[in-house]
């Protein structure tokens, strides 16, 4: 069975930078199709990035330039680094595999 663990959420200052980790187990081979969302208090869930196939990466444009996901395959870990803050980006952040949710991490962007 997938697992997914998100962690690395925290209260930060706008124009800081944070970095999500999302945690696999259960056999994932490959991050090929791993979601990243969020969604806001009273707001709809937005997709926030998309890794496709190989360097095929999809950004949501209010995020685009200032988001980026990497991963670590040893550690079967997916990175979300985010920088240049903004209160807008204040949510819980989701990662998602083909259905699999993992709990979800506060990031709360706020002076």
């Known amino acids: 069975q997938v697992r997914l663990v998100e962690s690395g959420g925290g209260l930060v200052q706008p124009g800081g930078s944070l970095r999500l980790s999302c945690a696999t187990s259960?056999?994932?081979?490959?991050?090929?199709?791993m979601r990243w969302w969020r969604q806001a208090p009273g707001k709809q869930r937005e997709l926030v990035a998309v890794?496709?196939?190989?360097?095929?990466?999809t950004y949501a444009d209010s995020v685009k330039g200032r988001f980026i996901i990497s991963e670590d395959n040893a550690e079967k870990t997916m990175y979300l680094q985010m920088t240049s803050l903004k209160p807008d980006d204040t949510a819980v952040y989701y990662c998602?595999?083909?259905?699999?949710w993992g709990q979800g991490t506060q990031v709360t962007v706020s002076s």
């Open positions: 890794r496709l196939r190989g360097d095929d990466i």
């Open positions: 998602e595999y083909y259905g699999w």
């Open positions: 259960g056999g994932i081979v490959s991050f090929n199709g």
